[in-house]
């Protein structure tokens, strides 16, 4: 007995449970693919040559390209099967590579089992992407709702300082940037990318791809007294432009952070899926030697941010949902045990056209990251042990909620 592979034998039982468990559930044809996401199993099988479908009908747009972590080296995985005609490294995390395979289209399935059922390799996925658009956290306020940087900065007590003292890097996911806005021409952008597209670029594309060029102004836009006034405005700006919701490229965003020592990450969006092998890469950049905070918007749904916002389940992400201007939730915030902090709903920021209102979830994420971050200039090593000092950022205990009577903290 000493021959047999018990592992092999394992992995081939819990592969025959799976896709036994998905005929009785969802009926799939017999191309079907199991994996874990937020450490549950999960079945997908083919809806047509462009979709997977799961048990509920739930639809998955999918390039027939696969996701692997593994400790085998690149050219090990190319060799596993005859029928993989590419191999990329898109991370590297503590236990191992991940790796975007690509096997001749029609023979997806079989790689994808083969893969699943080789002992060198820890997990596996298909790349695939939730049929809808990242949703930004963003929410139209009437002027009369929109708060002044200056009157939020007035309430800011010591250890904020005249003179930073450390260079800090953020990283924005997001969509397009426009650093030709003047507020931006004394900010120094080390780097733009878009995860997407795979190229050194992070402009817009239109009319509507804005939503990044907000969020830098509120953390980043010169302070002058002119327009509008960054909260951390001697950061140095890591743009990173991941409009859609493919697993690879949010993989690719969070590693690009890490790569380029990030030490405040903004993510203001909800993410309706989160893969397994992304918690992974997304852990650790948060256990990287500097330590960086990465920041959530808990979304705009009035409902618990565990149930629509994968990201927000992540104890190494910091959840910030908004209060309105007597403290209390804003009518549109989601809320519940994953949401850390709640913030102003609403400040004026850079746009397209100048200067825009910008409210919602995401103005809450992007002020929170920009205290986080002129905290960390000012040598506040732990950040988040300060934001208390904030009488406009509120711990999440603290906000009374009309909806829901329940504990809203996590522990870190």
């Known amino acids: 007995m000493k021959y047999f592979n018990w592992n092999a034998i394992n992995v081939y039982f819990s592969l025959a449970a799976c896709l036994f468990i998905a005929g009785l559930s969802a009926q799939p044809t017999a191309n079907s693919v199991c994996f874990n996401s937020n450490k549950e199993r999960v079945t997908l099988s083919q809806y ?26 690149q050219k090990a995985v190319y060799e596993l099967h005859n029928q993989i005609t590419r191999v990329q490294a898109i991370a590297e995390v503590n236990h191992g590579t991940v790796y975007w395979v690509t096997p001749k289209q029609e023979h997806f399935f079989d790689v994808f089992s083969a893969l699943t059922a080789h002992q060198g390799i820890i997990s596996v996925e298909p790349d695939i992407a939730p049929v809808r658009k990242l949703l930004r956290a963003n929410h139209k306020v009437q ?3 929109v708060y002044s940087k200056n009157s939020l900065l007035s309430s800011l007590k010591p250890p904020f300082c005249d003179s930073p003292v450390n260079r800090v890097r953020v990283a924005i996911i997001d969509d397009g940037f426009d650093f030709s806005h003047t507020e931006f021409n004394e900010l120094a952008v080390l780097l733009e ?19 990044g060029t ?37 993989i690719l965003a969070f590693h690009v952070a890490k790569l380029m020592k990030a030490d405040v990450v903004n993510c203001s969006w909800v993410l309706p899926f989160l893969s397994d092998i992304t918690a992974v890469v997304i852990k650790d950049l948060a256990s990287s030697p500097h330590r960086p905070v990465i920041v959530a918007s808990a979304g705009n749904n009035r409902q618990k941010a565990c149930e629509v916002n994968k990201l927000s389940e992540l104890e190494s992400v910091v959840v910030v949902g908004s209060i309105n201007k007597v403290g209390n939730l804003a009518e549109f915030s989601n809320y519940g045990q994953c949401v850390d902090y709640y913030a102003p709903s609403s400040v004026k920021s850079t746009s397209l056209s100048g200067y825009a209102n910008f409210g919602g979830t995401s103005s809450s994420a992007a002020i929170v990251s920009g205290i986080i971050a002129q905290l960390k200039a000012c040598g506040v090593a732990q950040p988040l042990s300060q934001l208390h000092l904030f009488e406009n950022i509120k711990p999440a205990h603290s906000v009374l909620n009309f909806r829901a009577k329940e504990s809203t903290k996590k522990h870190y």
């Open 48 to 73: 047509n040559n462009d979709f997977l479908i799961d048990e509920t009908g739930s639809k998955y747009a999918f390039n027939k390209k696969i996701i692997i972590q593994s400790l085998l080296s």
């Open 143 to 145: 002027l009369k709702e």
């Open 193 to 211: 990318y878009d995860a997407d597209e795979h190229v050194l670029d992070a402009s817009t594309t239109g009319i509507v791809d804005y939503h």
């Open 214 to 250: 907000q969020v830098a102004g509120v953390i980043a836009a010169k302070q002058d007294g002119i327009g509008v006034e960054g909260f951390a405005p001697t950061s140095e700006l890591i743009a990173i432009r991941q409009v859609s919701t493919w697993t690879s490229s949010l």
